[in-house]
């Protein structure tokens, strides 16, 4: 069976992190071999250590250049590791996408996303919550941007993200109840089902 990637989109605040790391756990437990991403990059450093410059630093067309060159070397590294591993991404070349078509970037400097030469992931699942429930969430968290503790809308950073990422037609998780395992459930249900029809 061909190794497959894996990728949670969302914005602050909706648990991707915790459900990429149970299903890491969940997936190693049925016998796959699973690698995040995200260790292999703190590890290797990537384009990590720029981002903080980048994101304060630079105008949002030179941003625009900078991320799509951070999601090429990203898919790259995902490749080498899909010879031997599933891999679970949090965040991919969507975000890039959706952040700087609110930030006005002239996303006619770049191609469609669909011509970029990039492993596209073989699951998208968009996380959702609450709004109430993510700001309780950002509370607790020491890593908020300016935006985290604020209400989503239609109009603000956060609302304007969660639409744009929608327009990728991710696979939508709600991941608002009490119980993280419920959405964990659905995302492993929904794997396991694509993997049977595709036997």
């Given at each position: 069976m061909k190794n497959k990637l894996i990728v949670f989109e969302g914005i602050d605040g909706v648990g991707k992190t915790t459900l990429s790391k149970l299903l890491q756990k969940k997936l190693v437990k049925a016998g796959y071999n699973i690698v995040r991403y995200e260790n292999?990059?703190?590890k290797n450093g990537g384009f990590n250590k720029i981002k903080p410059f980048i994101?304060?630093?630079v105008p949002i067309n030179s941003s625009l250049f900078f991320y799509i060159a951070s999601a090429l070397y990203k898919s790259q590294q995902i490749e080498k590791l899909l010879k031997h591993?599933?891999?679970i991404c949090d965040r991919y070349i969507y975000s890039t996408y959706a952040y700087h078509?609110?930030?006005?970037a002239n996303m006619s400097l770049i191609p469609d996303i669909k011509k970029i030469p990039i492993r596209l992931p073989?699951?998208?699942?968009l996380i959702k919550v609450d709004d109430d429930i993510r700001l309780q969430r950002a509370k607790t968290r020491s890593d908020n941007n300016i935006h985290d503790g604020k209400a989503k809308t239609k109009n603000?950073?956060?609302g304007r993200m969660e639409?744009?990422?929608?327009?990728f037609k991710p696979i939508i998780i709600d991941?608002?109840?009490?119980?993280v395992f419920n959405a964990l459930k659905k995302i492993y249900t929904v794997i396991k089902i694509n993997l049977k029809t595709k036997k």
């Open positions: 292999i990059e703190d994101k304060t630093k591993n599933w891999v078509t609110i930030r006005n073989d699951f998208v699942f603000n950073i956060v639409k744009e990422l929608e327009l991941n608002s109840g009490p119980n």
